[in-house]
């Protein structure tokens, strides 16, 4: 287990043990305290380790906690979804007016990008800082989908140019990830609007906090607008995809038409002259009748095609579909 403590506005990190982070919790004001739980390890209680109301607080740290947002007392909780890497990761919060504590597994905390971000800002309270911590979260997701809408454009232009079979498994990856985006902040967003717009009715909620909570409901509708961008560019690379595939398959049958229209009156010459019947073996003796019949017939049913294909303009349908 990490502890890291930031110091606010100053944005100092300083790395401790959980003993020494509920020292400081007890002690100092303005405070961050983020803490980095083993990937693997079994969920354990946090909240009584750092002094907090274990309680009210039995969720915190345990994996696979569904997105959250509520207020208690002079306490918030959330369950924040952050994009690290190709995996959606949860970010466990809990903020009064004295500090805010992070909780996440494996590497996927904000707390060494986010001091850079305190420090510019140097926010005033430890609701400001964590309005700020929302909305980076929201830029992780901004960022996702962003790369991932280029990256499916830039596969869409590839694909006209030359198709290639891997790019089905790209297509699909890229509609996964899209999927995974939008199942992750969807719920998210919906609870933390229903509990800001309570907390916004209250005449006691301080306009400045106010101002920060819509600011943050528009950076989320813009986040959702970006993913479902991405869906609907998914969507369309593969009917793309399956346009191309279809005017391929166009182009065989195509062919095989302009082979049939050759080759069956061919086939129809070869089997009825291959039949053995009296007609065929007692009258036709001379070497002529045969070049007359067998062959003559055969060449004036190949140019009969011709003309037919030439006069259908199957042939330039096809030079310009190639």
């Avoid at 509990?195 to 306009?207: C, D, L």
């Avoid at 061919?266 to 009748?289: A, P």
């Avoid at 140019?303 to 259908?312: C, D, E, I, N």
Wanted: hydrophobic share 45%; no cysteine; proline share 4%.
């Amino acid at each position: 287990m990490i502890v890291t403590v930031v110091s606010i506005p100053e944005g100092t990190l300083t790395r401790t043990d959980v003993s020494g982070a509920r020292e400081r919790l007890a002690a100092d004001r303005f405070l961050l305290v983020d803490i980095e739980l083993p990937a693997q390890a079994p969920g354990t209680p946090i909240a009584g380790q750092l002094g907090l109301d274990a309680e009210d607080l039995d969720w915190f740290g345990r994996p696979d906690e569904p997105a959250r947002a509520e207020f208690l007392g002079d306490r918030a909780s959330f369950v924040v979804p952050v994009v690290h890497e190709d995996d959606i990761a949860h970010l466990h919060v809990v903020v009064t007016e004295r500090f805010l504590v992070t909780a996440h597994r494996g590497r996927a905390g904000l707390a060494r990008s986010f001091t850079a971000v305190l420090r510019h800002e140097r926010p005033e309270d430890t609701v400001a800082v964590l309005f700020l911590l929302l909305q980076e979260a929201l830029t992780t997701f901004r960022r996702a989908a962003v790369q991932a809408l280029l990256q499916t454009e830039e596969l869409e232009d590839d694909m006209f140019e030359y198709r290639r079979p891997e790019h089905v498994l790209r297509l699909a990856r890229l509609r996964r990830r899209s999927a995974l985006l939008h199942h992750a902040l969807l719920p998210y967003l919906q609870v933390t609007d229903e509990i800001i717009t309570r907390r916004m009715m209250s005449p006691a909620f301080p306009e400045e906090r106010q101002r920060r909570a819509q600011e943050f409901q528009a950076a989320g509708r813009l986040v959702l607008a970006d993913i479902e961008s991405l869906q609907d560019a998914a969507r369309r690379a593969f009917a793309s995809y399956s346009s191309l595939v279809a005017g391929e398959q166009n182009g065989v049958i195509n062919r095989l038409a302009i082979v049939s229209v050759i080759f069956l009156p061919l086939s129809f010459l070869t089997g009825f002259f291959g039949m053995n019947f009296t007609f065929l073996t007692n009258r036709l003796e001379t070497r002529d009748e045969f070049w007359l019949l067998a062959v003559g017939l055969q060449a004036v049913a190949v140019l009969g095609s011709l003309y037919v294909l030439h006069r259908t303009r199957i042939w330039r349908r096809l030079r310009d579909d190639d």
